[in-house]
DNA sequence: ATGGTAGTGATACTA
């Protein structure tokens, strides 16, 4: 049996969502994680999404940030919100168990700060949540169970993982304090799993709206799938769906979708 | 060195 899991940042799912239905009917994803909702729970298309066969979960906010899971199998043990610090009221952490037909699989999807400007509080505020992100699935790991932490990152991880590093040295998306927080994530036993099948040249999953950096090619790789043992074990392949980008009022994140015979 | 674009929501702000 296959499961495939897919990580995307659709940029508001209301002003996305014939790019969303769209992606959803060609691609069928088991599980979908989307990112930057950009909406309050009773503002998402819900029954436009549950049309096409999935449950799904939501942890929005107004205007800005806000994540879902949406699975054609049934969502259990739901939590919203990283823990760590009560006083966060951002929307950027949501998990569930999947009750996949092969057996239960925990799945979060993850709107990691941008962190821009660096340094400032905003940078501040991102090193602090890949902290308790670390903490917490450190926890999640004593599980021993299929877990896949899905979502944008914001973090470039290798200087191949960007068209020019000179561009972006300095940002918060690839500073050095950055790149050793997403490094302590996976040295808890987290497997990457785009790096892991890794082989085949560039391939970004984000490309700017501004100075046609598509048009360009000058993308960026920082959507990223973390799976326990248990799940990178039975990683199979891992897709960067890059056409999404090409497309009529494109997202400027491009989905990731992982399979897994699980 | 700057500004280039998109989304929200009505103006700056986030990215």
Redesign the pocket.
Known sequence: MTLTVASWNV??????LPNVLDWLSEAKPDVACLQ?I??VDE?FPRMEIEDLGYNIETHGQ????GVAILSKHPIEELRCGLPGDESDE?ARYIEAVIAAEGGPVRVASIYL????PAPGP?YDYKLAWMERLRRHAQNLLTFEEPLILAGDY?CIPRDSDCWDIAEWESDALALPQTRAAFRALKWLGLTEAFEQLDGRGHQYTFY?????RWNKGHGIRIDHLLCSPQAADHLEGIEIHTKTRGKE?A??HIPIVGSFSL
């Open positions: 940029n508001s799912v209301k002003a996305r930057e950009k909406t503002g107004k205007s800005y940030n951002q700060p941008n962190g821009n905003k914001n700017d709206y501004q100075a046609g009022k997202s400027d």
